[in-house]
């Protein structure tokens, strides 16, 4: 089954507890991107990978880090977790050639006490 | 299921009807326009998208209308039925189609 995958779904840690957020694609997409999704203002792009070593900011990556190591997995790090970081994350993918068709994962979770 | 939005402009429809689910967006210069469709507690899904050089575009049951001059994009459901009910987002699509800026959303409710 086609379809992006993301761990945990679930987690609650305290402020400055580096943490990772996995997400894994099977469909050999090209493109990757992460997204946080906050009450009242919509879904907001962190970064975005267009292939293997290749990434970019979104509008909001401050707090974050990515990286791109394998074209299947788009790991999401928070080298020191604050509270304003609580979020519903989404990571997605596509082909490069219909980027703007993303194939969303089920999301993650994350409240930071 | 999850809260996406808790001060999102609602629509509500009775089944079997249409539905037309607005969208305003900022930049001249994107490329593409799409919606997508998330229900509770799952991601977003893409539904149709419509190239910016296109004035409308149709799907299986949805129309997506896109009025640059005004720079309004609009979401047409045909016959809404129940699970149909779900949060609507536009979303424009810049850069190559890598950069992706997300609409506030709005709820469907259908009515049986």
């Known amino acids: 089954e086609a379809q992006v995958t993301q761990n945990p779904r679930y987690l609650i840690t305290v402020t400055g507890k580096k943490l990772t957020v996995t997400c894994s694609q099977n469909m050999n997409h090209e493109y990757m991107s992460w997204y946080r999704q906050d009450p009242g203002l919509g879904l907001r792009q962190i970064y975005y990978s267009m292939n293997v070593e290749v990434t970019d900011k979104g509008d909001v990556p401050e707090g974050y880090k990515v990286s791109r190591k394998e074209k299947r997995n788009f790991p999401l790090i928070l080298e020191s977790p604050s509270p304003n970081q609580t979020s519903l994350y989404f990571c997605?993918?596509?082909?490069?050639?219909?980027?703007?068709?993303?194939?969303f994962g089920p999301g993650t979770r994350l409240t930071v006490t | 299921g999850e809260s996406v939005g808790l001060h999102l402009p609602t629509l509500s429809v009775q089944e079997g009807d249409n539905s037309i689910i607005n969208c305003a967006y900022s930049n001249s210069a994107s490329d593409y326009f799409i919606w997508y469709k998330q229900e509770s507690g799952k991601g977003p899904q893409f539904i149709i998208d419509?190239?910016?050089?296109?004035d409308k575009r149709q799907g299986q049951r949805v129309t997506v209308l896109l009025n640059k001059t005004v720079k309004h994009l609009s979401l047409q459901i045909a016959a809404t039925q129940p699970g149909d009910s779900a949060v609507y987002f536009c979303a424009e699509n810049s850069g190559g189609g890598f950069k992706t800026i997300f609409g506030a959303g709005t709820r469907l409710f259908v009515k049986a």
């Open positions: 997605a993918s596509s082909f490069g050639q219909a980027a703007y068709e993303q194939y």
């Open positions: 419509i190239r910016s050089n296109m």
